[in-house]
């Protein structure tokens, strides 16, 4: 039974995208901020999904303290899942600033602590998922992007 279960559970992560980028906007946030700043994130997800790589560049941002993976459907906001930047108690101001990482199982926290990197990628492949980065002057987030498949 256990090696059934097993072979469906592969069979299940390998329909799973691996690879998932966003945009990052003012115009995404809710509320929306009218802001210069600018970024990208790219992800990729290890065969097994135990790790996901990540790269955050970001442009013309000012005193940027954090930035997060949240649950949540365009529009709406949501709990931290997991951190990308910081939190930092004096922000960084960016001109076009490059943040690479891993996140791993460990590394989940708020609504995904304690599960696996597999649940962050069916959140992110049905649109569920977000990337905020937060700074001084907008601590509730001044651009943002919807996750999506890539």
């Not at 592969?10 to 970024?39: I, M």
């Amino acid at each position: 039974m256990n090696k059934i279960h097993y072979l469906m559970n592969r069979e299940v992560n390998y329909t799973l995208s691996k690879c998932f980028l966003t945009r990052l906007t003012g115009w995404e946030e809710v509320p929306l901020v009218k802001t210069d700043a600018c970024g990208l994130v790219l992800f990729r997800f290890n065969n097994d999904f135990t790790g996901l790589r990540f790269k955050l560049v970001l442009n013309d941002i000012e005193i940027l303290t954090a930035a997060h993976i949240h649950l949540g459907m365009r529009g709406e906001n949501g709990q931290v899942v997991a951190f990308l930047f910081g939190p930092v108690t004096r922000g960084i101001s960016v001109n076009r600033g490059v943040v690479t990482g891993i996140i791993v199982e460990s590394d989940l926290t708020g609504p995904l602590q304690g599960m696996s990197l597999l649940e962050l990628a069916r959140k992110m492949e049905i649109g569920n998922s977000y990337v905020n980065a937060h700074t001084e002057n907008h601590p509730n987030g001044e651009i943002r992007g919807q996750i999506k498949r890539f």
